[in-house]
């Protein structure tokens, strides 16, 4: 059973720094894509980032661009997101997820498993 577990979250004043984390466990396939995304209050999911299974192609939305850095350890099964001055607008709930494909995507619905989410609160 392939199960996903994020960590990191949490509350950070505007101008800071947090760093996600993500684990898969129970992989049975063997390349595939990490995504981050997120859902704010009353809004649908959107992308923030994706990767690759080489590293070598990242993704980022217009709105995290220079600001989040989106990472992998194949050997640890762990996907990264480095998020940097932090905005009130990043506040949400965030989900990595696996694309079982070699190269990563914005939409959601290429995105086979995901993980249950972990808050992050940016204040002003």
């Known amino acids: 059973q392939v199960q996903l577990a994020e960590s990191g979250g949490g509350l950070v004043q505007a101008g800071g720094s947090l760093r996600l984390s993500c684990a898969v466990s129970g992989r049975p396939f063997i390349s595939y894509a990490w995504g981050w995304f997120r859902q704010a209050p009353g809004k649908e999911r959107e992308f923030v980032a994706g990767?690759?299974?080489?590293?070598?192609?990242?993704l980022y939305a217009d709105s995290v661009k220079g600001r989040f850095t989106i990472s992998r350890d194949n050997i640890k099964n762990m996907a990264f997101l480095q998020m940097n001055n932090l905005k009130p607008e990043d506040t949400g709930v965030y989900y990595c997820?696996?694309?079982?494909?070699?190269?990563?995507?914005?939409?959601?619905?290429?995105?086979?498993?995901w993980g249950q989410g972990t808050q992050v609160t940016v204040s002003s």
């Open positions: 990767i690759s299974w080489s590293g070598g192609n990242t």
């Open positions: 997820a696996v694309r079982l494909f070699a190269l990563s995507s914005a939409r959601s619905d290429e995105y086979r498993y």
